[in-house]
C-alpha cells in the first residue's frame, strides 16, 4: 500500500448507507440461476483489476446531508498492492520518487519473478497502465508484471522543468522557446543503470531478463536515446508519441551510426504517434519510424503505428494498450483459450 502518502484526493462513496440491512429473502431475478451466474461473471472480472482499499460507511442522512460525527475530511484513495521508494541520484542531483505496482500474486507466490516495466512520467501514467495491466491480464494478452513509475519527489515539483531536463539528450532550444534547456538525459540513463535498477531489482522479485522501458513525448525521446546507447539494458523499448525532432532531429544521426554499429537487434520495439497530433510534430516522428524500418535490423521485432482519432495526451490509453500487447505477444500466444 501506499500507506500515509495518498496519492489522489478523490472522495470515497459507499454504495449502501448505515443502517440499511441485507434483504434476507431473494427476489425472483435473484433466484435465477442465469442471473446469478452473470453477477458471478462481472465479479469475476472486477477482482482482475488493480484493487483500492474498501470504503467505510458514509456518515449522514437519507439524503447523505452529514449528520453529528460526520468526518470533516474525506478519506483519500489509496492504491492497494502499491509502495513508495525515495531515491536520490548522485548523477543528476536530483530527488525521485519511485511509485512501484506489485502483482496481485505477489504476496502469495514468493518464489515467482516477474517482468518489469520501467515507466517514465509516472506521476501521470502509472495510473493509465497499472489499471490497464488487470484488465489485459484477465483476457490473457499479457502476464502479471510489476510496474515502476519513476517521477520526482519534494513538494509540489516542477514536473515540466525536471523532466525537460532528465529526458533531452542535449541542451538546446526549440524554435518556440526563449531560452535553451535540457540536457540531462546522459546524466539521467547513468542514474537509471547504477542506481535505479539495482535498487528495485534487490528489493523486488523481478525477472531482469524481462525488463522494459516505456515514455511518452519526452520520455518517449529519452526511450529512443536509452536505445540507441545502451541497448542491452532493457529487452523492450515502448516509444509513445516521440519528440525526434529534438536537437535538430539528432535521433536521425545516432541511428545511422547505431545501425553501422548493431545491424542485429535481438529486441522488441513500439512506436507510436497519434493521428491528430501536431502535423509537424507528427511528421518528425513518421519520419523516424520510416528510417529505422528501412535499417531492417536482424532479429528485430519492430512495430510501428498511427493511433487514429488521438492528439498527443488522449492517445496515452490506447497506445499502451496496443504497445504492450505487442511486447508479451509471444507470450500470449502459449496461453490456453477458454
Same mark, same amino acid.
Given at each position: 500500500?501506499?500507506?500515509?502518502?495518498?496519492?489522489?484526493?478523490?472522495?470515497?462513496?459507499?454504495?449502501?448507507?448505515?443502517?440499511?440491512?441485507?434483504?434476507?429473502?431473494?427476489?425472483?431475478?435473484? %433466484?435465477?440461476? &442465469?442471473?446469478?451466474?452473470?453477477?458471478?461473471?462481472?465479479?469475476?472480472?472486477?477482482?482482475?483489476?488493480?484493487?483500492?482499499?474498501?470504503?467505510?460507511?458514509?456518515?449522514?442522512?437519507?439524503?447523505?446531508?452529514?449528520?453529528?460525527?460526520?468526518?470533516?475530511?474525506? %478519506?483519500?484513495?489509496? $492504491?492497494?498492492?502499491?509502495?513508495?521508494?525515495?531515491?536520490?541520484?548522485?548523477?543528476?542531483? %536530483?530527488?525521485?520518487?519511485?511509485?512501484? @505496482?506489485?502483482?496481485?500474486?505477489?504476496?502469495?507466490?514468493?518464489?515467482?519473478?516477474?517482468?518489469?516495466?520501467? #515507466?517514465?512520467?509516472?506521476?501521470?501514467? /502509472?495510473?493509465? !497502465?497499472?489499471?490497464?495491466?488487470?484488465?489485459?491480464?484477465?483476457?490473457?494478452?499479457?502476464?502479471?508484471?510489476?510496474?515502476?513509475?519513476?517521477?520526482?519527489?519534494?513538494?509540489?515539483?516542477?514536473?515540466?522543468?525536471?523532466?525537460?531536463?532528465?529526458?533531452?539528450?542535449? *541542451?538546446?532550444?526549440?524554435?518556440?522557446?526563449?531560452?535553451?534547456?535540457?540536457?540531462?538525459?546522459?546524466? /539521467?540513463?547513468?542514474?537509471? *543503470?547504477?542506481?535505479?535498477?539495482?535498487? !528495485?531489482?534487490?528489493?523486488?522479485?523481478?525477472?531482469?531478463?524481462?525488463?522494459?522501458?516505456?515514455?511518452?513525448?519526452? @520520455?518517449?525521446? /529519452?526511450?529512443?536515446?536509452?536505445?540507441?546507447?545502451?541497448?542491452?539494458? /532493457?529487452?523492450?523499448?515502448?516509444? #509513445?508519441?516521440?519528440?525526434? &525532432?529534438?536537437?535538430?532531429?539528432?535521433? &536521425?544521426?545516432?541511428?545511422?551510426?547505431?545501425?553501422?554499429? *548493431?545491424?542485429?537487434?535481438?529486441?522488441?520495439?513500439?512506436?507510436?504517434?497519434?493521428?491528430?497530433?501536431?502535423?509537424?510534430?507528427?511528421? *518528425?516522428?513518421?519520419?523516424?519510424?520510416?528510417? &529505422?524500418?528501412?535499417?531492417?535490423?536482424? @532479429?528485430?521485432?519492430? %512495430?510501428?503505428? $498511427?493511433?487514429?482519432?488521438?492528439?498527443?495526451?488522449? !492517445?496515452?490509453?490506447?497506445?499502451?494498450?496496443?504497445?504492450?500487447?505487442?511486447?508479451?505477444?509471444?507470450?500470449?500466444?502459449?496461453?490456453?483459450?477458454?
Amino acid at each position: 500500500m501506499v500507506g500515509d502518502r495518498n496519492l489522489f484526493p478523490y472522495t470515497v462513496v459507499c454504495m449502501r448507507p448505515p443502517g440499511e440491512s441485507q434483504r434476507s429473502t431473494a427476489s425472483p431475478l435473484e %433466484r435465477s440461476p &442465469f442471473i446469478s451466474l452473470l453477477f458471478a461473471l462481472i465479479l469475476s472480472a472486477c477482482q482482475a483489476l488493480p484493487a483500492v482499499v474498501p470504503c467505510a460507511p458514509r456518515t449522514g442522512d437519507a439524503t447523505g446531508t452529514p449528520t453529528a460525527g460526520a468526518p470533516a475530511e474525506p %478519506r483519500r484513495l489509496v $492504491i492497494e498492492n502499491s509502495e513508495l521508494i525515495d531515491l536520490h541520484s548522485e548523477q543528476t542531483g %536530483r530527488d525521485y520518487e519511485l511509485i512501484v @505496482g506489485l502483482p496481485e500474486s505477489y504476496a502469495k507466490e514468493p518464489q515467482r519473478r516477474y517482468p518489469v516495466l520501467y #515507466l517514465l512520467d509516472g506521476q501521470w501514467d /502509472f495510473n493509465i !497502465v497499472n489499471q490497464m495491466s488487470g484488465a489485459l491480464r484477465y483476457d490473457k494478452v499479457i502476464p502479471e508484471i510489476l510496474i515502476v513509475g519513476i517521477t520526482y519527489a519534494g513538494e509540489k515539483p516542477n514536473y515540466t522543468e525536471l523532466r525537460r531536463a532528465d529526458y533531452t539528450p542535449t *541542451h538546446w532550444q526549440p524554435p518556440d522557446e526563449s531560452a535553451p534547456f535540457g540536457g540531462d538525459a546522459p546524466k /539521467f540513463l547513468s542514474f537509471l *543503470h547504477e542506481h535505479l535498477l539495482p535498487t !528495485v531489482e534487490a528489493r523486488y522479485r523481478v525477472d531482469a531478463s524481462q525488463r522494459l522501458l516505456a515514455g511518452h513525448s519526452a @520520455g518517449g525521446l /529519452f526511450t529512443l536515446y536509452a536505445l540507441l546507447e545502451q541497448p542491452d539494458l /532493457f529487452q523492450s523499448y515502448l516509444a #509513445l508519441s516521440p519528440a525526434t &525532432f529534438w536537437g535538430n532531429r539528432l535521433l &536521425f544521426e545516432r541511428e545511422r551510426q547505431f545501425h553501422a554499429q *548493431h545491424p542485429s537487434l535481438q529486441k522488441r520495439i513500439w512506436m507510436s504517434v497519434g493521428e491528430l497530433e501536431w502535423p509537424d510534430y507528427a511528421r *518528425h516522428a513518421k519520419d523516424f519510424f520510416s528510417q &529505422f524500418e528501412a535499417s531492417h535490423y536482424e @532479429g528485430l521485432a519492430l %512495430r510501428t503505428q $498511427i493511433i487514429p482519432g488521438e492528439r498527443h495526451a488522449g !492517445v496515452k490509453p490506447e497506445a499502451f494498450n496496443r504497445a504492450l500487447r505487442f511486447v508479451f505477444e509471444p507470450w500470449a500466444a502459449q496461453q490456453p483459450r477458454e
